[in-house]
């Protein structure tokens, strides 16, 4: 018995030396662990579906908390438009604010491979700055921070769309012309 206890014991200390060489790499899993990581595709991710000009323009800007209360928030939103929320075109992508700055700042507008949308500061897609575009009709903006702690103090945004594309703002109506003489 006493042998068969220093046999294992041997072969155990021959493992753990392999695997502080690095040669435990070809020695078969024992743990019953998870698989290997999934390795990172090495091309980028693809474009977005939303191009950088269709959010260039002024919004009216409104956010919730509770997804029962997006109904009452995009009205909120149309009333914005009197101090509007305005997205621009940059040499990136577009130039807005972002959180906890009071200054615009460029944008990525940046695709997914799982096929979302994302807008923020950083490459790469889901980063802690983004906001992920959750829907857009080309009138109405829904778009949520992906940081949790952001995201709570934000809420989730409602942006939409001041004036009808092709019409004249919204001032004062224009007198009618004089007739001719």
Same mark, same amino acid.
């Given at each position: 018995? *006493? /042998?068969?206890?220093?046999?294992?014991?041997?072969?155990?200390?021959?493992?753990? +030396?392999?695997?502080?060489?690095?040669?435990?790499?070809?020695? @078969?899993? *024992?743990? /019953?662990?998870?698989?290997? @990581?999934?390795?990172? @595709?090495?091309?980028?991710?693809?474009?977005?579906?939303?191009?950088?000009?269709?959010?260039?323009?002024?919004?009216?800007?409104?956010? $919730?908390?509770?997804?029962?209360?997006? #109904?009452? &928030?995009?009205?909120?939103?149309?009333?914005?438009?009197?101090?509007?929320?305005?997205?621009?075109?940059?040499?990136?992508?577009?130039?807005?604010?972002?959180?906890?700055?009071?200054?615009?700042?460029?944008? +990525?507008?940046?695709?997914? $491979?799982?096929?979302?949308? *994302?807008?923020?500061?950083?490459?790469?897609?889901?980063? #802690?700055?983004?906001?992920?575009?959750?829907? *857009?009709?080309?009138?109405?903006?829904?778009?949520?921070?992906?940081?949790?702690?952001?995201?709570?103090? $934000? /809420? &989730?945004?409602?942006?939409?769309?001041? /004036?009808?594309?092709? &019409?004249?703002?919204?001032?004062?109506?224009?007198?009618?012309?004089?007739?001719?003489?």
């Amino acid at each position: 018995m *006493f /042998g068969s206890f220093q046999g294992v014991a041997r072969a155990l200390m021959a493992v753990a +030396l392999l695997s502080l060489t690095g040669c435990a790499s070809t020695l @078969p899993s *024992f743990s /019953g662990g998870g698989s290997a @990581p999934e390795p990172q @595709p090495s091309a980028p991710p693809p474009p977005s579906n939303i191009r950088p000009e269709d959010l260039v323009g002024r919004w009216g800007l409104a956010a $919730y908390h509770r997804p029962e209360d997006r #109904a009452r &928030t995009e009205a909120a939103a149309r009333r914005g438009c009197t101090q509007p929320f305005v997205i621009n075109r940059s040499s990136v992508g577009v130039a807005m604010l972002g959180h906890d700055n009071p200054q615009v700042q460029d944008m +990525l507008v940046k695709g997914s $491979y799982e096929g979302k949308t *994302f807008i923020g500061p950083n490459p790469q897609s889901g980063d #802690a700055d983004d906001r992920e575009v959750v829907s *857009f009709d080309g009138r109405v903006l829904v778009m949520r921070w992906v940081d949790q702690e952001v995201a709570g103090r $934000y /809420g &989730t945004m409602v942006l939409v769309r001041c /004036g009808a594309e092709g &019409t004249a703002s919204r001032g004062a109506p224009r007198p009618a012309p004089a007739p001719a003489r």
